[in-house]
T-cell receptor, first 113, second 109 residues
Framework: DAKTTQPPSMDCAEGRAANLPCNHS???????VYWYRQIHSQGPQYIIH???NNETNEMASLIITEDRKSSTLILPHATLRDTAVYYC??????????????FGTGTKLQVIP | GAVVSQHPSWVICKSGTSVKIECRSL??????MFWYRQFPKQSLMLMAT?????????EQGVEKDKFLINHASLTLSTLTVTSAHPEDSSFYIC?????FGSGTRLTIV
């Protein structure tokens, strides 16, 4: 699997948009970009994924650059409950679910009141 | 949406005992499930890939005789930590089809 690079930590003011970057310069053509977050002592929570088009759901938006070498997860109005470690992952998607992945160190997002 | 249930959420055992952790896909079938381990302040580390009806595939450095994986049905995979010792204390997490279980906090005393 392609590796990803994320900043180790970020702060965001409550109510403002949180923009979390991720570099995945070695991503291959059939690999998807996934974002998860992990709140302390819980399992990772799926946020969003995409292949090459921008995606939006009730939780966040995913912006993927045209060359697919980087992406940005956007939380439009951050709340204190969004404080977590955010992981950007790239992986193939097969019929049984996605292939095994390697988790990086993620970005620790701290939302500040 | 797809839900992965993991049980128990926490367990404390004496050193030398074996502990079984269950991972269930509640509303879908999963031919493949994954088991991870996470130590404090570290990222998730993949331990093994659980394959329904066949042997699990273990990552380098993970002892297959220590961490027994059984995937006997399309909705259940189990991880058994055999002869557990304090260094096996960790947070164990399973996943299937993009979803993760809530994790099991294992403490060996």
């Amino acid at each position: 699997d392609a590796k990803t690079t994320q900043p180790p930590s970020m702060d965001c003011a409550e109510g403002r948009a949180a923009n979390l970057p991720c570099n995945h310069s070695t991503i291959s053509g059939n690999e998807y970009v996934y974002w998860y977050r992990q709140i302390h002592s819980q399992g990772p929570q799926y946020i969003i994924h995409g292949l090459k088009n921008n995606e939006t759901n009730e939780m966040a938006s995913l912006i993927i650059t045209e060359d697919r070498k980087s992406s940005t997860l956007i939380l439009p109005h951050a709340t204190l409950r969004d404080t977590a470690v955010y992981y950007c992952i790239v992986s193939h998607m097969n019929s049984g679910g996605y292939q095994k992945v390697t988790f990086g160190t993620g970005t620790k997002l701290q939302v500040i009141p | 949406g797809a839900v992965v249930s993991q049980h128990p959420s926490w367990v404390i055992c004496k050193s030398g005992t074996s502990v079984k952790i269950e991972c269930r896909s509640l509303d879908f079938q999963a031919t493949t499930m994954f088991w991870y381990r996470q130590f404090p302040k570290q990222s998730l580390m993949l331990m093994a890939t659980s394959n329904e009806g066949s042997k699990a595939t273990y990552e380098q450095g993970v002892e297959k005789d220590k961490f027994l994986i059984n995937h006997a049905s399309l909705t259940l995979s189990t991880l058994t930590v055999t002869s557990a010792h304090p260094e096996d204390s960790s947070f164990y997490i399973c996943s299937a089809s993009e979803q993760f279980g809530s994790g099991t906090r294992l403490t060996i005393v």
